[in-house]
């Protein structure tokens, strides 16, 4: 009862989340959320399990957002009756069809060879696209209508709330059918070849084979979520099988942590929330995404997940006893130096870019002027304090942490 | 007491209602407003919102309402702009301006066909400024989407126009950006020019890479070969820049009729060059055709948004979608976007130059005179503190820019 | 023709030469450390950045000697407390901590300098036509780059084999812990060897600056090909990187000038295969149009046919 808990709230999340955001941008943006979890889950698939970094795992999301695109004007013009909930499989077949040839090349080799044919085959792919334009539609790309094709039970799904239930739905599916798979042999033997490819062929698997399956099983998820992409915003471009989605997953995957199941589907839901809101409150929005990252690495290499999943590991209220005081004097300390680094990056953007506005700004209630010396004197006077507070502050975490480890 | 409270209420009433009759009427601008793009997107937003400014100073529309516009940063994508459109839709926006990036351009038309379609009374308006894909007002066009912009055949119609005055020229290159700009403006410079002057030989035609060749000295060296004396080309951004640049270095003597060099940096390039009087634009407009009400219009942007850079006036385009807009409005007597989108369906209107222009209502083209005009010293006003500005060498009336076009669009009834 | 070919060589040599510049410091830093640096050609956008704001102040000459060193100091601060920490958490995450740094300077470039093309002149010294062959002129300032780089790879090639450091650090290129137990301070050389890989490549960027425009698009289109270059010459050989650079440099400028395309190849036996054909396009497309792709079909067929790429000796 306890390990179908999770699934049961999924479930009701997704069927629930509508009532609570009701608006058509946030029902939009839950959409992109729903797709985004499902190629976040098929990169892990490769990085996380199997322990293979690509840069090039987007061409098999575009081939397939594509060919979904194409199939969906084929299936309008000849009136084909295959209802819309169908097609999404269109676009996971097309990317297993591509993953097959190009999955047996590429996983020859591992490492960084492998991250580095990865990247050559995405930029091939992303350099073909404006050459082909049969297929992918030059600049304009491929328009297509979900409303076109045969509708069962009423259903147009014209209107976006219905568009979400369809992505919801085989977001649940993926979900489910990629967790099944971890749990599959095949699945444990992508583990041993990510840890130890010497010792697994030792036992007996040929490296290359259980590679270029998880490489097909990778391609073939991404296909759906680049199918459902297309339904979505009912027109595919070029630039989704190029560099900027393939590196969007890595930070993605990586910031929600690559060790766990979960740690994609945070990432996805956290970084999709980021990207369609952030740039409403500041134009550096993309430095603070860079820096995110780094942080990450430097500090978190378990992402989010990780971070979260350490905390349920503890085993009793004396653990956190043990924890709490320590969280509380570091909070301040945190805050502060969140503070700081915002208020010396917007000032600088402020002054850089945005100086044709004027140099008068306003920040916790202060007006301030972003050009004044005094103005930066303050604020590097309060980084480096932070700064300061923050390394006192750290290492008793750290050694508040090792107690509770300790407490049963 | 009860006197006093009650007609506290009423005034309370009276204003909430006063102040809602005043209700602002929301322009979405969705461009790109960070990453690379941004320097044209901001640039943009600052002329829109001066535009607007300007209305707003001198009344507003409909006896006193105000304009206003919100920025939506698309990040130069198309499934971004869906994003921001949809954000703007349920901010209760009803008109979305853009113009950088005809693959966005063409996404945004086609989402607010559908959306028009399946929400029949919230309907919404696009109004495209700069992107210049002829299919947005041939096979792809619609009744909802309008285009201030001279799209790239009716440039070419103009160009080959005024080619077909100079008689120096006699061997035309054509290169380009290899995407659907480039090919639609070989495929138009190929037919007009074999239409008006048979006689021009065509020595060489060139696609390449989009923004990834960074030294075209090969290129230069083929043009040098095949012996022309003008270069067509829609290169923009750092394909123009690195195209001169090499054709500078090799001391190719030719002249360069461009689509873009006026474009943010490209008279930087230019003036590196040292291609005097040389590199020609086409376009609606430049700073240096003076119109007393233009000039001070100009002067009055600079001196609020110019910046540290003294950034000019770009698109009397602009200028021109925001003046039919709130002529339309009052016209219509309304602002809702059924009935500006019928006044503004054939409407003609006087620009700032003195001049009349008119908006086709076959397929929603704004056409105007284009200017062709070369890059120099010796101007009034020049480009980006380069000392060197625009010249005009010829004009195009609007009535010889018309093109036909395919366009079939539905009026709604 | 001739003509054709000549500006070609020089012009595709030049291009190699630069990549071999930049190459070189990634290759040095990839054997020492196992890290695929992602940030390198931000450091070389950097250098030419620098080199610009300097020679706002005191011309291009001192620029060239002072970019470098500063962008070599950034790259060793960035050593010594960033990678350093992220080392122990494997080669995947160092590697992604470059390519988070990479984003870091490309969006810091813009915010600092603009987004768009700064005006990085030629000194007046070079800017002048070197020589004018059948008509072209070829300018001073690329026989300049030419130069540098080749002084460079010489001066490169004497330190790692004829001095001590030299020797040290191609002892640790291929056994870091016996030549930490000899007592040297093997931190210390990493540290300076990634300040010298970067410095090498702003040294690239004040060379190139100039002449290829200065702009923050400027690493992402160097990057990939340098990649290419180092992947295909073989992970840790520099005599590879310098092969490869060379040959991707001519194969990719001469490709620009053919206009040969399958179809045409194809209807010289009478056969003619128009763009509606299957994959038409791709069949129609001259060798010209496809230019810029050639290197990365030639990364992924040697990485198939020759692993260790052309000189390489070590694996991952």
Same mark, same amino acid.
């Given at each position: 009862m306890k390990a179908s808990l999770p699934w049961i709230g999924a479930i009701a999340a997704v069927i629930g989340l509508p009532f609570v955001f009701s608006g058509g941008a946030a029902l939009s943006v839950m959409s992109l959320m729903g797709f985004a979890i499902i190629f976040a889950l098929s990169y892990n698939v490769l990085l996380g399990q199997t322990g293979l970094l690509s840069f090039g795992h987007a061409v098999y999301y575009g081939l397939g957002g594509f060919v979904t695109a194409h199939a969906l004007n084929l299936i309008a013009a000849s009136k084909f009756p295959l209802p819309l909930p169908l097609v999404p499989l269109i676009g996971g077949i097309a =990317?297993?069809? *591509?993953?097959v040839p190009l999955g047996w090349v590429t996983t020859k080799r591992a490492g960084t060879a492998f991250s580095m044919i990865s990247l050559g085959i995405g930029e091939l792919v992303a350099a073909c696209s404006l050459i082909l334009r049969g297929f992918f539609g030059g600049e304009g790309g491929i328009s297509t209508s979900r409303t076109s094709i045969l509708q069962l039970f009423g259903f147009s799904f014209g209107p976006q709330l219905q568009v979400y239930y369809l992505i919801g739905s085989w977001c649940l599916i993926c979900i489910a059918l990629m967790y099944a798979f971890t749990r599959t042999p095949l699945g444990r033997i992508c583990n041993a070849v990510r840890d130890n490819p010497e010792r697994a062929e030792f036992i007996g698997y040929?490296?290359?084979?259980?590679? *270029?399956?998880?490489?097909?099983?990778? =391609? *073939? *998820?991404?296909?759906?979520?680049?199918?459902?992409?297309?339904?979505?915003?009912?027109?595919?471009?070029?630039?989704?099988?190029?560099?900027?989605?393939?590196?969007?997953?890595?930070l993605m995957t990586f910031i929600g942590g690559v060790g766990h199941f979960i740690g994609p589907i945070l990432g996805a839901i956290l970084m999709t929330a980021m990207q369609a809101s952030l740039s409403d409150f500041t134009g550096a929005w993309l430095f603070y995404m860079g820096m995110l990252f780094i942080v990450m690495v430097m500090f978190a290499p378990t992402g989010f997940a990780g971070l979260l999943l350490m905390h349920g590991q503890l085993a009793s209220a004396a653990a956190w006893r043990r924890l709490l005081p320590a969280y509380l004097l570091a909070i301040p300390a945190l805050l502060a130096l969140l503070a700081g680094v915002v208020l010396v990056?917007?000032?600088?953007?402020?002054?850089?870019?945005?100086?044709?506005?004027?140099?008068?700004?306003?920040?916790f209630g202060i007006t301030y002027e972003a050009d004044a010396a005094r103005t930066w004197v303050a604020l590097l006077a309060l980084l480096l304090v932070a700064i300061f507070a923050a390394r006192k502050v750290f290492p008793i975490v750290g050694n508040a942490w090792n107690e509770a480890r300790l407490v049963h | 007491m009860k006197n006093l409270l009650r007609s506290a209420l009423a005034g309370v009433a009276f204003l909430a209602a006063a102040f809602g009759a005043q209700a602002q009427i929301k322009i979405a601008y969705v461009d790109p407003l960070s990453g690379l793009q941004s320097a044209v997107g901001e640039h943009g937003l600052k002329q829109l919102q001066f535009a607007i400014e300007t209305v707003n100073a001198k009344g507003g529309v409909l006896g006193g309402q105000k304009l206003e516009v919100v920025g939506y940063d698309n990040k130069g994508?198309? &499934? /971004?702009? #869906? %994003?921001q459109v949809q954000k703007a839709i349920d901010a209760g926006i009803r008109y979305i301006t853009q113009g950088n990036g005809s693959g966005a351009a063409i996404a945004i038309s086609d989402f607010v066909s559908k959306y028009n379609e399946r929400n029949p009374g919230k309907e919404v308006l696009y109004f495209n400024y700069a992107a210049v894909d002829p299919s947005l007002t041939n096979d792809k066009c619609s009744y909802w989407h309008f285009r201030w912009d001279a799209n790239s055949d009716i440039k070419m119609a103009a160009l080959t126009n005024y080619i077909k005055t100079k008689s120096a020229i006699k061997k035309v290159y054509i290169i380009g950006q290899d995407y659907a700009f480039g090919q639609s403006v070989r495929k138009a410079a190929r037919e007009m020019l074999g239409q008006k002057r048979p006689d021009i030989q065509i020595v060489g035609d060139e696609l390449h890479p989009l923004a990834k060749i960074t030294d075209f000295s090969p290129y230069i060296a083929k043009i040098k070969a095949s012996g022309a004396d003008s270069v067509i080309t829609g290169n923009w951004g750092s394909d123009m820049a690195l195209l001169l640049k090499a054709a500078a270095d090799a001391g190719l003597q030719a002249d360069w009729y461009t689509y873009y060099a006026g474009g943010a940096g490209?008279?930087?390039?230019?003036? &590196?060059?040292? #291609?005097?009087?040389? %590199?020609?634009?086409?376009?609606?407009?430049?700073?240096?055709?003076?119109?007393? /009400?233009? /000039?001070? $219009?100009?002067?009055?942007f600079l001196k609020k948004y110019g910046g540290p850079n003294g950034q000019r006036w770009w698109y009397l385009r602009l200028k021109n979608q925001i003046d039919m807009f709130t002529n339309a409005i009052n016209q219509a007597k309304s602002a809702e976007p059924k009935a500006v989108a019928a006044v503004l369906h054939n409407m003609r209107h006087k620009n700032a130059l003195g001049v009349?222009? $008119?908006?086709?209502?076959?397929?929603?083209? %704004?056409f105007q005179d284009m200017y062709i005009s070369s890059l120099g010293s010796g101007t009034k006003y020049d480009e980006e503190k380069t000392g060197w500005g625009w010249k005009t060498v010829g004009?195009?009336?609007?009535?010889?820019?018309?093109?036909?076009?395919?366009? &079939?669009?539905?009026?709604?009834? | 023709m001739l003509e054709l070919v000549i500006f070609s060589s020089l012009n595709g040599i030049l291009y190699g030469m630069l990549l071999f510049l930049l190459a070189s410091g990634l290759t040095l830093i990839f054997s020492m450390m196992g890290v695929l640096n992602f940030a390198h050609a931000s450091f070389y956008m950097l250098g030419a950045y620098f080199g610009y704001q300097i020679s706002r102040y005191v011309g291009y000459w001192p620029g060239l000697v002072i970019a470098p060193v500063l962008v070599g100091l950034v790259g060793a601060l960035v050593e010594r407390y960033g990678?350093?920490?992220?080392?122990?958490?494997?080669h995947v995450a160092e590697l992604l901590f470059t390519f988070g740094l990479a984003f870091i300077i490309e969006e810091g470039v813009q915010m600092i300098w603009g987004k768009l093309a700064v005006d990085y002149r030629v000194p007046e010294l070079l800017n002048f036509p070197a020589f004018t062959l059948f008509e072209t002129t070829y300018p001073a300032f690329k026989l300049f780059m030419l130069l540098m780089s080749v002084a460079t790879f010489l001066a490169l090639l004497s330190l790692l084999t004829k001095t001590r450091v030299g020797l040290i650090i191609q002892a640790a290129l291929s056994h870091p812990h016996t030549v930490g137990t000899l007592g040297h301070n093997v931190p210390l050389v990493f540290m300076m060897v990634f300040g010298v890989g970067c410095g090498l490549a702003a040294l690239a960027g004040v060379i190139a600056g100039p002449a290829l425009v200065t702009q923050p698009a400027m690493a992402a289109s160097l990057g990939p090909i340098l990649f290419v270059v180092v992947v295909v010459g073989g992970l840790g050989s520099l005599a590879g990187a310098f092969v490869a650079s060379l040959a991707i440099g001519l194969i990719q400028t001469f490709a620009v000038a053919v206009n040969v395309s399958i179809a045409d190849v194809i209807g010289l036996v009478g056969l003619k295969v128009d763009s509606n054909a299957f994959a038409g396009d791709l069949w129609n497309a001259t060798v010209a149009q496809v230019a810029p792709v050639i290197p990365y079909l030639l990364l992924v067929l040697v990485l198939i046919l020759r692993p260790h790429g052309l000189m390489g000796n070590r694996d991952s």
């Open positions: =990317g297993l069809a *591509f993953a040929s490296t290359h084979q259980v590679r *270029f399956l998880a490489f097909c099983i990778a =391609g *073939f *998820f991404a296909g759906i979520a680049g199918g459902l992409a297309a339904i979505h915003y009912e027109i595919v471009t070029s630039g989704v099988v190029g560099a900027g989605p393939s590196g969007f997953v890595l990056v917007e000032t600088a953007h402020h002054l850089l870019v945005k100086s044709a506005e004027g140099m008068t700004m306003q920040w | 994508t198309p &499934q /971004e702009s #869906l %994003v490209a008279p930087t390039a230019v003036r &590196q060059t040292g #291609l005097d009087h040389r %590199v020609f634009q086409i376009s609606e407009w430049h700073t240096n055709v003076i119109a007393p /009400e233009m /000039e001070a $219009f100009e002067e009055a009349e222009i $008119f908006m086709r209502p076959t397929d929603h083209s %704004v004009v195009i009336p609007a009535a010889d820019t018309v093109i036909p076009t395919t366009c &079939q669009m539905k009026a709604p009834t | 990678l350093r920490a992220v080392h122990k958490h494997g």
